[in-house]
């Protein structure tokens, strides 16, 4: 059955990028080490609540509060404007998804993002850097919106009310695995990304090879 919809994730599907580099640009603003960025945002306290960049990413964490916790926890306090530039300039597109997504898009197919992300990446990547991303989509489904994280269910569910179609008409992939079955469990038909070759062989199976044609 061809799809009546086709949502993407974001991270690594469309755009590469590197928290390597994101701690290092960090790290340089607050004249702290890449390390000590890495173990304040990513590190998992010991009380058993999540990191701070997975409670920014579901959206239990602003920006602010984000920022007066790395402050506190380094002893430092950067330019905020400029530490949240050093975060977030970290994405460059993948030409090969680049091209079919524009390809779905020329063809008139309804095409979502459905993507973990947060307020100061999403900024980055939605204010013209990436064309594409504004001109070729019909829905964000955004975790810190939502207020769930794949492979949570409420995200799932949610990009499929947007649609308007049954999950099993609502098409989603993501490089990771955990993801991937989270919308199958919700009845999306969901495939994992390995790359965009392999996810043309997926899409063109679906019936989009008119519009995938070289």
């Not at 499929?160 to 098409?171: H, I, Q, Y």
Request: net charge negative; aromatic share 10%; charged share 25%.
């Amino acid at each position: 059955m061809k799809p009546a919809f086709l949502y993407f994730d974001l991270g690594n599907v469309l755009l590469s990028f590197s928290h390597e580099q994101m701690c290092r640009q960090m790290a340089e603003v607050a004249g702290v080490s890449p390390e000590a960025v890495r173990e304040t945002l990513f590190t998992a306290p010991p009380d058993g609540r999540r990191s701070i960049q997975w409670r920014f990413e579901r959206g239990d964490l602003n920006a602010l509060a984000v920022y007066e916790h790395f402050c506190e926890a380094l002893g430092v306090r950067p330019d905020r404007e400029q530490l949240s530039a050093a975060g977030c300039n970290i994405f460059e597109a993948i030409p090969e998804s680049l091209a079919i997504i524009e390809r779905l898009a020329a063809a008139g197919a309804r095409l979502g993002i459905m993507s973990n992300t947060n307020p100061i990446d999403w900024g980055f990547i939605s204010s013209g850097e990436f064309p594409f991303i504004n001109r070729c989509f019909e829905h964000y489904v955004l975790s810190y919106e939502v207020r769930a994280m794949k492979p949570e269910r409420t995200i799932y569910e949610h990009a499929v009310r947007l649609t308007g179609f049954p999950p099993a008409e609502v098409f989603f992939t993501d490089d990771r695995e955990e993801n991937v079955a989270g919308a199958i469990d919700a009845g999306l038909d969901a495939v994992l990304f390995t790359t965009p070759a392999e996810l043309k062989r997926e899409l063109v199976q679906r019936g989009f090879s008119d519009a995938l044609r070289p």
